[in-house]
C-alpha cells in the first residue's frame, strides 16, 4: 500500500526495467502550485524537468550477447535436445533491448532447462547460469548437471469408485511398453498411458478415460512410482451409424466403406480402418468419425461420420531428366467418381525425347466383392529407348485384391501389338499374356519412406498369336527396405534388390521390350538407361535373359527441407536364365541432392560408373525426378 502523500510516476530507460520517481507531499496538501482537488496542473514545471532529463538519455539499443552450454557428464544426447530448446542459444542472433531482458530471457531458460531434465529422468539436476557483464560481448555460460538418472520402481494401474472394472484379460501396467527398471522419462509414461486407453478402446471400451496421473519420486532410492487412473467406462457395441455431410458422393458408397457391423464390439482400431478407407478414396478432404458420449440404455454407442466433400476431379503432371534419356514430361486428368461408386478414370500422357504416348486407366473398386478391383488399361505408344524402337498397343483388364495386412495381389489378362526394332532388325510381335503379381507393402510413405519394406513378385507367361509359335515366362522379384537410424527419421538407411530370369526361349527370340535391362536412374546409377549390360558392336544395349541388381543409400537430412544421398548399387544382365559369378558386375556410385516438399521430395543424383568400359560409358550420369529412386 502507497503512504500517504505519495505519487509516483513511472519512466522507461533502457538499463532498468523502470524508474520511480516519489515525490513526498505532507498529507493534506497538495504540492506547491497545485489546486486544493490535488490535481497536478501546478507540477507543470517539475515534469517538464523530468521529461527533459529523459530526452537526454540514450536512445534504446540492443545488447549483444555469446552464449555457449557445459554439460558436465558430457551426455551428447543431452546436450543436443537441451540445445535444441534454449531460448538463449537460439536467440543469440535475436539481441535482446536492455541487459534486464537478457537477464529475463536467461532466468526463463534456467527452469525451462530444469524441466526438460526432470521430463527425461533427471530429476536432481542442477542448471546454473552465469552472465558476465563485462566481456564483450556479455557472456552467457549455462552449465548443466543433469545428475543421476532415476528409473521406475513401481507402475499400477487404479480404478476410481464406483467405475466398472477392467476387462478380465487385461494386462497389468507393466505390459504396455514401459517396465519396472526403465527410465522415468516423461514421455515414455505419456506413450504408456495412450496404450492403456488404447487398448481399451480396442476391447469395447469406448468412454475409457484418465481421470489421474500420480508420479511419486524417491530421491533416496533414485526411482519413481508411477500411478494411473483409469475409468474404463462401460463396455458397449456398435450402435446405429449416421452420415452427415454428403453433397455429391452417395451414401451407399460411403456406407460399403465401414468396415464395422451394428452389434459388434466397440474397437477403435475399425474406426482407424473406416476413416482411412474413406480417406482414400479421395473425395473428401475432411474424414470424422465419433461416436456418442454415452453408451444407449441396450449397451450400443451411436456413431456419426462427418464428411466434406473436396473435388472428384484433379489434373495434374511431373518432369524427370537424366544424361541418358533426356528429359520427360508426364501430365495426367483424373476423376475419382465416375459413376457414383469411387469409379477412377484417369487419362495421362507421356512426352519425352524416348517416349510418346497416352494410356487410359478405369478402376472400378468393390468389383464383385469387398476389398476387390476390376482394372482395365488401354495404352499407345512409340517408345525409342537405347536398347530399340517399339510402336506399341497394349490392353490390359484384371483384377486385384486386398487381403490381410498390407497384401495385394492380382492377376489378368493383356493383349500387346508390337512393331520393334533392335540390331537393325524390325520384327512384328502380336503378345498375349497372363500378369500375375503379389504385393506386400509396410512402408511408411510412397515417395519418401522411411520405415517398412516392400516385397514386390510379378509373374507372366506370355504367348505369341497369329504366325508367332513364341512362347516364354518372365519372372521378376523386387525386395526394398527402409530404416530409421534416429527417432527423427534424419537418417535413413534404405536398400534394394532385384532378382529376373527368363524361361522358354533363347535371347533372340523374346521380344527387345520383354528383355531385362539395368541401368539409370532407378536401377544401378552411374550408368546410362539400359546401359548397365550386354551390348552389341556399336555400344547398344541388348538386354537379357536374366537380373540381379542390389543397391544402399543413405539419407540424410541436413534441414527441414534439404539433404544428401550417397549411395553404391551394382548388377549385372546376363545372356542365360540365371545369372552366374563369371559375368562381370558392374558398380556405380555417386551423391544426391534432396529437396523436401510438401507433396514429396525432389531429387538430383549425380553418378558414376566406378568399372567405365572405354568408349561406352560416360563418365557422368545426371538424374532429375519427383521422389526417392526406390
Not at 183 to 212: C, F, K, W, Y
Not at 371 to 386: C, G, M, N, R, S
Request: charged share 25%; glycine share 10%.
Amino acid at each position: 500500500m502507497r503512504a500517504p502523500g505519495f505519487r509516483r510516476w513511472r519512466s522507461w530507460s533502457p538499463e532498468r526495467e523502470s524508474i520511480v520517481f516519489i515525490v513526498r507531499t505532507p498529507p493534506g496538501r497538495p504540492p506547491p502550485g497545485c489546486s486544493d482537488d490535488r490535481r497536478l496542473v501546478g507540477a507543470a514545471p517539475v515534469l517538464g524537468l523530468l521529461l527533459a532529463a529523459l530526452a537526454s538519455l540514450p536512445a534504446s539499443a540492443q545488447v549483444p550477447y555469446a552464449a555457449s552450454l557445459v554439460v558436465s557428464t558430457g551426455e551428447d544426447a543431452i546436450a543436443d535436445q537441451l540445445r535444441s530448446i534454449s531460448e538463449t542459444l537460439k536467440r543469440k542472433d535475436e539481441a535482446p533491448a536492455s541487459r534486464a531482458a537478457l537477464a529475463r530471457r536467461v532466468a526463463d531458460d534456467r527452469r525451462g532447462l530444469t524441466d526438460t531434465l526432470r521430463a527425461l529422468g533427471h530429476f536432481d539436476s542442477k542448471v546454473e547460469t552465469s552472465i558476465d557483464r563485462n566481456a564483450t560481448p556479455i557472456a552467457v555460460t549455462i552449465t548443466v548437471d543433469p545428475g543421476p538418472l532415476y528409473l521406475i520402481s513401481d507402475l499400477a494401474i487404479a480404478l476410481p469408485a464406483g467405475a466398472a472394472a477392467l476387462p478380465a484379460d487385461f494386462p497389468s501396467a507393466d505390459g504396455f511398453g514401459l517396465a519396472l527398471g526403465d527410465p522415468a522419462a516423461s514421455a515414455e509414461i505419456l506413450a504408456a498411458e495412450r496404450h492403456i486407453l488404447a487398448r481399451l478402446g480396442a476391447n469395447g471400451r469406448p468412454l475409457a478415460r484418465q481421470v489421474d496421473r500420480r508420479i511419486l519420486v524417491d530421491h533416496g532410492l533414485r526411482a519413481a512410482s508411477v500411478t494411473w487412473t483409469i475409468d474404463p467406462g462401460a463396455p458397449a457395441q456398435f450402435g446405429d451409424t449416421l452420415v452427415e455431410g454428403l453433397a455429391d458422393a452417395r451414401e451407399p458408397m460411403v456406407r460399403r466403406r465401414i468396415t464395422w457391423k451394428p452389434g459388434q464390439p466397440y474397437d477403435t482400431r475399425e474406426v482407424e480402418k473406416t476413416r482411412k478407407a474413406l480417406a482414400a478414396t479421395g473425395l473428401f478432404s475432411s474424414v470424422r468419425v465419433t461416436g456418442a458420449e454415452q453408451v444407449a440404455p441396450d449397451g450400443s454407442l451411436p456413431m456419426t461420420l462427418t464428411l466434406v466433400e473436396g473435388e472428384r476431379r484433379s489434373i495434374g503432371g511431373g518432369a524427370n531428366y537424366s544424361t541418358s534419356t533426356g528429359f520427360g514430361l508426364e501430365v495426367f486428368w483424373e476423376h475419382r467418381d465416375l459413376l457414383g461408386n469411387n469409379d477412377r478414370l484417369r487419362l495421362s500422357g507421356t512426352f519425352a525425347e524416348q517416349e510418346f504416348g497416352a494410356d487410359a486407366t478405369f478402376r472400378q473398386p468393390y468389383f464383385l466383392a469387398d476389398e476387390q478391383d476390376l482394372v482395365a488399361t488401354i495404352a499407345l505408344a512409340d517408345e525409342k529407348p537405347p536398347a530399340y524402337e517399339n510402336k506399341y498397343f497394349r490392353a490390359f483388364t484384371g483384377l486385384e485384391r486386398r487381403f490381410l495386412p498390407h497384401w495385394t495381389v492380382g492377376a489378368g489378362l493383356q493383349y500387346e501389338r508390337e512393331i520393334v526394332t533392335a540390331q537393325d532388325q524390325t520384327n512384328r510381335y502380336h503378345l498375349v499374356s497372363v500378369p500375375t503379381f503379389i504385393r506386400r507393402d509396410t512402408s511408411d510413405d510412397l515417395l519418401n519412406p522411411t520405415r517398412g519394406y516392400r516385397t514386390s513378385i510379378t509373374a507372366t507367361p506370355y504367348l505369341g498369336v497369329q504366325d508367332s509359335a513364341l512362347g516364354f515366362f518372365k519372372l521378376r522379384i523386387d525386395q526394398t527396405g527402409y530404416w530409421r537410424l534416429d527417432e527423427a527419421g534424419s537418417w535413413v538407411l534404405a536398400a534394394n534388390a532385384s532378382l529376373g530370369s527368363l524361361l522358354g526361349a533363347g535371347r533372340g527370340e523374346v521380344p527387345a521390350p520383354q528383355r531385362f535391362y539395368a541401368g539409370g536412374g532407378g536401377s544401378i546409377r552411374g550408368f546410362g538407361y539400359q546401359m548397365a549390360g550386354p551390348v552389341d558392336k556399336d555400344d547398344d544395349p541388348i538386354g537379357g535373359k536374366s537380373l540381379i541388381t542390389a543397391g544402399a543409400e543413405l539419407r540424410i537430412k541436413i534441414t527441414d527441407t534439404i539433404g544428401i544421398v550417397p549411395f553404391l548399387e551394382a548388377g549385372t544382365v546376363a545372356d542365360s536364365s540365371i545369372p552366374g559369378f563369371g559375368d562381370r558386375l558392374l558398380v556405380g556410385a555417386g551423391l544426391g541432392l534432396r529437396y523436401y516438399t510438401g507433396f514429396g521430395p525432389v531429387r538430383l543424383d549425380v553418378g558414376t560408373p566406378l568399372n567405365r568400359r572405354k568408349g561406352v560409358d560416360d563418365l557422368v550420369q545426371v538424374y532429375i525426378s519427383l521422389g526417392q529412386a526406390f
